[in-house]
């Protein structure tokens, strides 16, 4: 018998995506005893029709995947879709989940993993704020940079700046407060939430996306890093 659903479980739905068959099912039937709608693919061709043809909240990805491996896959999920995508790889070297996180991943998980872990995870990413969630505050200005906070839109320039979900959501709260210097942690607890447990060198590397994306239109100071604290807006002037 499942699981009491909770408030966010009862109506999210995952895609799980997995070439290990009795993993991608062990997972699956995890998540489905804590209320939530499961699909489950097993490579990386399927993955990316399911997830435009069912618009599952979260899906949870393994990197190494047959045909399409995880990082193809997520790039393409991610050019139609807004949903969480939490990475799974066997490999256990930093540079695999850096690259991973640059394809648009919101968060990863190394194998081998506890699946309550994984439900754990899941949950913490859909407490977060949704894309489409109502925000009644005008657009600000910081320099050269203009953020529509309700249309979860940047500008640079004038020129307007493709950003992930959470390189989004980092830069929402750096611009905030420009002024002020954020450690990992706060920003850890604001975008991810006060009960994510991980690696708190995450934020680095969405910082470095960001900065990236936003040097790309004007090479500006955009977000400085404040040494032995964290980071916080740049001039950008």
């Not at 990316?48 to 190494?64: N, Q, R, W, Y």
Request: with cysteine; charged share 25%; net charge negative.
């Amino acid at each position: 018998m499942m699981a009491a659903m909770t408030d966010t479980a009862a109506v999210a739905h995952v895609l799980v995506v997995d070439d290990e068959t009795v993993l991608a099912g062990m997972v699956a039937n995890y998540l489905q005893r804590a209320g939530f709608r499961t699909s489950v693919a097993h490579d990386g061709v399927r993955a990316v029709e399911v997830a435009l043809a069912e618009a599952p909240d979260v899906v949870v990805l393994d990197l190494g995947l047959p045909g399409k491996d995880g990082l193809q896959a997520c790039q393409e999920i991610r050019r139609h879709s807004d949903c969480y995508i939490l990475m799974l790889t066997a490999r256990n070297e930093e540079i695999d989940k850096l690259v991973g996180l640059s394809t648009g991943a919101d968060d990863y998980m190394t194998k081998p993993f506890s699946a309550r872990e994984l439900v754990a995870r899941v949950q913490v990413l859909l407490r977060r704020p949704r894309a489409d969630r109502v925000v009644d505050e005008p657009p600000r200005l910081v320099g050269a940079l203009r953020l529509d906070p309700a249309a979860r839109r940047v500008w640079v320039n004038q020129v307007e700046v493709d950003l992930t979900r959470t390189e989004f959501d980092v830069l929402d709260v750096l611009s905030a407060r420009p002024r002020a210097a954020f450690t990992r942690r706060q920003l850890v607890d604001t975008v991810w939430g006060e009960d994510w447990v991980g690696d708190e060198h995450l934020v680095d590397v969405h910082i470095g996306h960001l900065r990236r994306k936003l040097a790309a239109v004007a090479d500006l100071p955009f977000v400085d890093t404040v040494r032995g604290v964290g980071y916080r807006m740049g001039a950008a002037q």
